[in-house]
């Protein structure tokens, strides 16, 4: 067989292609442009990765992590965001904690229960719309709804945040109870399980990878967030760990101050606390890739 | 015996299985608790609607129709709020003429062009544009992009100044580095991952059967793109451009750096101006009265609009991925 086939494969090939024209050029040009809008993007995302880190990178050191935020005007070697990256920490684990389990009930109700019917219909298209209102809307909507009633606290910025992620881990959480085959289901069923018992102990386990790591996309979203805390959560200089009473800070809230100082020292632990932050979110998404490879069993 | 259930069992109340016609108390317990979990989302939306259009109340009586005037000017008592809207307007405009043909081209160049194992790592950089805070975009717009453009914008507008369209909107004497421009831009940057991952999902689902027709045709690449790809993906781009929309008109605190604080009305996308979102967080702190009714009331106005576009968006992107499966 190689044999034979060794002389027809010989003859020289000829060349079928057009020669050179002006489609050709064409169809070269838009593959270039197509290249360029690539690198395009890139050249703001290396900017500002490259200046937060060249700034920030000098302010950061342990006293800066820890201790508390001093007055505006003095230089970058005094104090520091310890009372932010708490605040950041604290407000952000407990919107996660409101809004992940509710957000995973919804996604079964769409799901496992609402099937084909007009209201998880409506309730998955209200929910894609709620990803695209405003955070500064959340923000408004708690501020009215609990901080004119019980005052600036951790509280109410993690609810403000828990509004801005419920809808996207209802959506990516029902994106991977969907990948669940049927077949799970159905044995469970068989072996006379009710159906809140196949939801919690098959169907849920087995799209587990997933949902955790669209939560923490979520999670990452909301540590970034400024909008929603504005005027939930108020500003402290020094740190408060009681996430249910009393102002707090965040780290973006800080940013946003420092952003708008004339003093170069406040300017200073605002590069410091966007380093942080940036650093924050990238362990938030970088475990949600890990998550996803390791333990994801269905993906899209 | 049998005939007997059968008939009973389509009447599900008085069925003859005792043991099927009550799921246990958990069971049903369980169902309620998704069941209310999922209408939070409603129940939530409504509660929008209704507080901050309440504590915007004072405005909208006021005012009248006057909350749409050209008057901004708290001191005076005067709350009308177009030049906000104007501005919202045109900063997602320049975000959307940026970002689009950014994001379809790089949404082509994963699809069609380069193999996939290229695709996934330009995807993970793509998407760190949106890993970015909004604060970080706004600390590095305002800190170390403004002064910069500020030498740009003053020469640019020195030599359009007095030509016909060219002068119209980059020219004026009020030049500044935070500006419409300004955060038009930033915030193209911070709708790419969103339009280019929306456009990548419309653009995958082209049958793989029609490109290789157009290419077995003789088309180019490009040739087959045009014939091929985009008169399938045309619904779905639409849709995914419409949510970047959404996204620039809301996203709040880059802009507010930015932007320049100066509710104007003016072509000259080079001077400082304002927007909703920007207004409300920058103002918000320092007002009482009807002045935050009216902060209110622009919260109120932005909701609308922003539930209008996705819901537009959210409609026409369901309709294409719907006629993309029939097709």
């Known amino acids: 067989m190689a044999v034979t086939s060794q002389p027809q494969a010989e003859p020289q090939k000829a060349d079928l292609r057009e020669p050179p024209s002006w489609r050709r050029t064409k169809n070269q040009i838009m593959t270039v442009l197509m290249v360029v ?56 684990a407990l919107a996660t904690v409101i809004a992940v389990p509710l957000g995973i009930l919804g996604a079964i109700y769409i799901n496992e229960y609402g099937g084909k019917g007009i209201l998880a219909r409506v309730i998955g298209f209200m929910s894609d719309v709620m990803t695209g209102v405003p955070s500064i809307i959340m923000g408004l909507f708690i501020f009215t709804l609990w901080t004119l009633h019980f005052q600036y606290s951790g509280l109410g910025g993690a609810f403000a945040l ?70 939930t959560i108020g500003i402290v200089t020094s ?17 946003f101050l420092n952003a708008s ?36 069993r269905y993906s899209s | 015996m049998s005939t007997v259930v059968k008939a009973d069992s389509a009447v599900p109340a008085e069925s003859a299985h005792p043991l099927a016609r009550r799921r246990p108390l958990g ?31 004072s405005w909208f009586s006021t005012e009248g129709w006057g909350i749409f005037a050209y008057n901004w000017n708290p001191g005076a008592n005067q709350f009308g709020v177009l030049a906000f809207i104007y501005g919202t307007a045109v900063t997602a405009v320049i975000a ?40 970080v975009w706004g600390l590095w717009g305002i800190l170390v992009f403004a002064p910069w453009a500020n030498h740009i914008y003053g020469s640019i507008a020195s030599g359009v100044n007095g030509i016909w369209v060219l002068g119209f909107l980059f020219g004026g004497n009020n030049i500044s580095g935070a500006s419409f421009f300004t955060a038009g831009l930033i915030l193209a940057f911070m709708i790419t991952p969103i339009v280019t ?101 622009m919260g109120v106005l932005l909701f609308a609009f922003t539930i209008i576009i996705n819901v537009i968006a959210r409609g026409v992107v369901a309709r294409s991925a719907r006629r993309a499966r029939g097709a």
């Open chain 2, 96 to 135: 959307v003429v940026i970002a689009v043909p950014v994001s379809i081209g790089i949404a082509l160049l994963l699809t069609e062009v380069v193999p996939r194992r290229w695709a996934r790592p330009i995807v993970y950089v793509v998407d760190l544009l949106a890993v970015v805070p909004s604060v």
């Open chain 1, 37 to 92: 809008a690539f690198a395009l993007t890139m050249i703001p995302l290396g900017f500002v990765l490259v200046t937060v880190i060249a700034k920030g990178a000098s302010v950061i050191s342990w006293s800066f992590l820890t201790s508390s935020i001093p007055p505006n005007v003095l230089p970058a070697n005094v104090g520091g965001m310890g009372p932010a990256i708490a605040g950041t920490l604290v407000i952000t």
């Open chain 1, 261 to 296: 100082q004339p003093y170069t020292g406040a300017q200073a632990r605002g590069w410091g606390a966007a380093l942080t932050l940036i650093v924050i979110a990238f362990i938030f998404m970088i475990s949600a890739r890990l998550v996803t490879a390791r333990y994801a």
């Open chain 1, 162 to 231: 828990a509004c801005l992620m419920l809808p996207i881990v209802i959506r990516s959480s029902e994106e991977m109870l969907k990948l669940v085959p049927d077949s799970l289901r159905q044995g469970a069923y068989a072996l006379g399980a009710t159906k809140a018992r196949v939801t919690m102990t098959v169907v849920l386990p087995a799209a587990l990878g997933g949902i955790v790591s669209g939560a923490l996309l979520a999670v990452a979203r909301a540590a970034g967030e400024t909008a929603p805390l504005l005027f």
């Open chain 2, 197 to 297: 991952s929306l456009s990548r999902e419309v653009v995958a689902t082209t049958p793989s059967i029609d490109k290789q027709g157009a290419y077995a045709l003789g088309a180019t690449r490009w040739e087959m793109i045009r014939g091929v790809v985009w008169p399938h993906s045309q619904g779905g781009v639409v849709g995914a451009v419409l949510l970047g929309l959404g996204r620039a008109m809301g996203e709040t605190i880059a802009v507010a750096l930015v932007i320049g604080s100066n509710p104007v009305i003016t072509s000259h996308l080079f001077s400082p101006g304002y927007n909703m979102p920007a207004g409300i967080a920058n103002l918000f702190g320092e007002s009482s009265g009807v002045f935050r009714a009216a902060l209110m009331g």
């Open chain 2, 27 to 57: 069971d049903r317990a369980f169902a309620l608790l998704a069941l209310a979990a999922g209408l939070l989302v409603l129940v939530i939306l409504i509660l929008i609607v209704i507080s901050t259009s309440q504590q915007a109340s």
């Open chain 1, 239 to 255: 740190v408060n760990w009681n996430v249910f009473s009393g102002a707090n800070t965040s780290l973006p809230s800080q940013i």
